[in-house]
């Protein structure tokens, strides 16, 4: 197998394996298509509907099929490069093994959810010097483009500070982290890792120096037994309360029949039958129907993290449920003027002008489609990266990552510990 795909490297297409059918896997593969840039050859995927899908979507030949990572890393090296959209404490299997292979490697945020597995993949990734791009998308935006020139050039002088935002939403909470996969730490990853390392990560880039210390502060304050009203029952459908909380599961997901954007996401995490029956059997069966005060998360809903750099330099990180569901806010405080951005434009004041300049960054106001056309870049640099042999064509690698990452857990250590915690220089 590995001769004939030797023979087509970089011909016309990189071709490339999916490990972890699910939603985000989907979302990849299918811009690795459709831009022709891509060939899908193989996937890895241990439930039948999405595996069978998958295969049938794509194309796939049946003895390209395989219902576990394990039996697609034993076949050998299929293809150019592996997509790996396992949940977030499997991730370190596939990517060492697929690594070892030779495979160029596309993993989905978070590299790993303890330091250990990330310092191994990072390991994995080095030692067969292979190409590495975790989906920190934020740094593929044209928004971001923009924004780190501006930074980069001097405009507002020397940077001080820095305040940044992530409205999470208050139905996303509910969606994702208190019914959903990523509602507890210890079948998935710590909340500041799953859903905000992106963000991080895209403080890291922008502000591009060391953090030297760091505190962090946060909890479940809502979205716990204690806040339960009285006459709250265990699920949606039974709760006579359900049609006026915030948190009803059937306002948010029969409100998705009908809309295309909707149908793919939030509502195929819930159920891949999109119809009102096939809604309310999810609901009445499954974890996204259940009550949001008798759950078993404890991700957290606000978590806040202070920073302190190298220089000085300071930094506020903000991460709240109690928001609409928006674009990241950012302000960025400099000696000679100050900056802010709401994910689609920019505000610039020259504080040696007095002068205020309106930036259209080229974001868009839609969320959903930010965040889509922010993936396809990433999709689409990480296969040129991998047709030319050119791993400088990805805005970050393996130790970028993990170093970002090491930020994250040393703020949930400062959580749990409620210290100051000094990073290694």
């Known amino acids: 197998m590995m001769e004939s795909v030797e023979s087509e490297i970089f011909v016309s297409q990189v071709s490339l394996v999916v490990v972890g059918a699910g939603l985000r896997g989907q979302a990849y ?60 404490r499997e991730h370190s299997g596939p990517a060492i093994a697929l690594a070892d292979l030779g495979y160029h490697l596309m993993v989905e945020k978070p590299l790993a959810p303890t330091e250990e597995e990330a310092v191994r993949i990072t390991e994995a990734v080095e030692r067969n010097n292979v190409i590495f791009a ?48 990523w509602n507890n730490s210890r079948t998935s990853s710590p909340m500041l890792l799953a859903k905000a390392c992106h963000d991080i990560d895209w403080l890291m880039y922008l502000i591009d120096r060391p953090v030297a210390r760091l505190s962090s502060f946060g909890q479940v304050s809502h979205f716990r037994p ?37 149908e793919f996401w939030p509502l195929s995490a819930v159920t891949a039958e999109h119809t009102e029956a096939g809604v309310l059997t999810a609901l009445r069966d499954g974890p996204y129907g259940r009550c949001v005060y008798a759950s078993d998360n404890d991700a957290v809903d606000h978590q806040v993290v202070t920073m302190s750099f190298v220089d000085g330099l300071s930094c506020t990180f903000t991460m709240t449920a109690f928001t609409p569901f928006e674009l990241r806010k950012t302000r960025f405080f400099g000696t000679h003027g100050y900056l802010e951005g709401d994910g689609t434009r920019l505000r610039l004041v020259d504080f040696r002008t007095g002068k205020e300049e309106e930036i259209n960054a080229g974001g868009t106001d839609s969320l959903e489609a930010g965040h889509a056309d922010a993936d396809d870049n990433l999709v689409d640099t990480f296969i040129a990266a991998v047709a030319a042999g050119n791993p400088g064509l990805l805005k970050s690698d393996a130790a970028t990552s993990l170093a970002s990452h090491q930020i994250v857990w040393a703020a949930e250590r400062a959580r749990h510990t409620s210290t100051v915690v000094k990073l290694a220089p």
């Open 226 to 262: 204690e806040s339960r009203p009285a006459a709250a029952t265990d699920r949606c459908l039974d709760c006579p309360l359900e049609p006026t909380c915030p948190y009803s599961a059937p306002r948010l997901y029969l409100g998705c029949l009908g809309d295309p954007e909707q």
């Open 29 to 88: 593969a299918r811009r690795a298509v459709a831009t022709g840039s891509g060939r899908l050859v193989a996937v890895a995927e241990p439930d039948n509907g999405r595996r069978e899908r998958f295969a049938t979507e794509f194309g796939l030949a049946d003895d390209m099929v395989f219902r576990d990572w394990r039996d697609l890393a034993a076949a050998g090296r299929l293809a150019d490069g592996a997509i790996i959209a396992t949940p977030d």
């Open 134 to 181: 975790l989906c920190h998308v934020l740094r593929y935006t044209e928004y971001t483009r923009v924004l780190k020139a501006i930074l980069d050039s001097g405009r507002i002088g020397t940077l001080v500070s820095v305040q940044h935002l992530e409205p999470v939403g208050w139905w996303h909470q509910a969606h994702s982290f208190v019914r959903g996969e």
